[in-house]
T-cell receptor, first 113, second 119 residues
Framework: GENVEQHPSTLSVQEGDSAVIKCTYS??????FPWYKQELGKRPQLIID?????GEKKDQRIAVTLNKTAKHFSLHITETQPEDSAVYFC????????????FGAGTTVTVRA | DTAVSQTPKYLVTQMGNDKSIKCEQN?????MYWYKQDSKKFLKIMFS???????INETVPNRFSPKSPDKAHLNLHINSLELGDSAVYFC??????????????????FGEGSRLTVL
């Protein structure tokens, strides 16, 4: 099955700075890479995803990049705000009609005011 | 309208007891999941059902028994609870199969979680 590694496990940034979280995956057949955000005491929710036919996707202050050759993908948050403080999970799936979404271990992001 | 709802939200019980968590989704999805999130926040998949059929069983002790009476419901029963079962259990659903000429988006919708504490 797919194995997803996520770094760093914790990240502290000053408000207004950027945050970058990196993930690597093992199965080159993976073609779908979502990112989930989990605020304290809440459920994980999808914030952005990317498929293997594109290299980058952006949605306001968040962006995801994918390097298929190196088998890694990253989440970039610019102009961080206190409400960006949460646990972020990357995930990978072999194909969109597969059943198993393999999650990384999560990154706890703290935005300092 | 709550898309994925699970009950109860909190469960405190003694070791050795049996407990159940219920989950329902009104999104019309064909696949449902149970995930366990321990104190280290890792989201570990336990089970997945597709149209009431067990698809994934991730080496979970057989004290855990999922049941899917229909594709909108997935319940989890746990026998002989142990201290290590304390965690937040999340139900989730997604559309896997092609419908209306399109593949499922892949997005996983989570319930609010059920925090189980075993004393």
């Amino acid at each position: 099955g797919e194995n997803v590694e996520q770094h760093p496990s914790t990240l502290s940034v000053q408000e207004g700075d950027s945050a970058v979280i990196k993930c690597t995956y093992s199965d080159s057949a993976s073609n779908y890479f979502p990112w989930y955000k989990q605020e304290l005491g809440k459920r994980p929710q999808l914030i952005i995803d990317i498929r293997s036919n594109v290299g980058e996707k952006k949605d306001q202050r968040i962006a995801v990049t994918l390097n298929k050759t190196a088998k890694h993908f990253s989440l970039h948050i610019t102009e961080t705000q206190p409400e960006d403080s949460a646990v972020y999970f990357c995930a990978a799936m072999i194909r969109s009609n597969d059943y198993k979404l393999s999650f990384g271990a999560g990154t706890t992001v703290t935005v300092r005011a | 309208d709550t898309a994925v709802s699970q009950t109860p939200k909190y469960l405190v019980t003694q070791m050795g007891n049996d407990k159940s968590i219920k989950c329902e989704q009104n999104l019309g999805h064909d696949t449902m999941y149970w995930y366990k999130q321990d104190s280290k926040k890792f989201l570990k998949i336990m089970f997945s059902y597709n149209n009431k059929e067990l698809i994934i069983n991730e080496t979970v002790p057989n004290r855990f028994s999922p049941k899917s009476p229909d594709k909108a419901h997935l319940n989890l029963h746990i026998n002989s609870l142990e201290l290590g079962d304390s965690a937040v259990y999340f139900c989730a659903s997604r559309q896997v199969a092609w419908t209306s000429g399109r593949a499922g988006t892949g997005e996983l919708f989570f319930g609010e979680g059920s925090r189980l504490t075993v004393l």
